[in-house]
């Protein structure tokens, strides 16, 4: 049924070029970060991977950044968080 969301990934990317749309191929028209200016925001995982691009962002938008994570790492403490927590375990 074409009434919800394709599983596949691969599929909706291809559906959507076929189909020009522009909301889901361009991500200028639904994102605005200008939000995030002076906000303090905590990430979790801030020191690698997907919590560190999410910082990466935060920070050049103007946030505050608060990072969580087990330890930090050279890319977290350059972009000078107002804040690191660490010694955090999650997993257990």
Known sequence: SDR???PDQPARFARAKEEKNERYLDIETVYNPAYLKGKRVAITGANRGIGLALAK????????????????????????????????????
């Open 4 to 6: 919800y969301t394709i």
């Open 57 to 92: 962002e935060l920070v050049a938008q103007g946030g505050k950044l608060i990072a969580i994570c087990r330890s930090s790492s050279e890319e977290l403490e350059a972009l000078n968080p107002d804040e690191i927590v660490t010694g955090i375990e999650v997993t257990s």
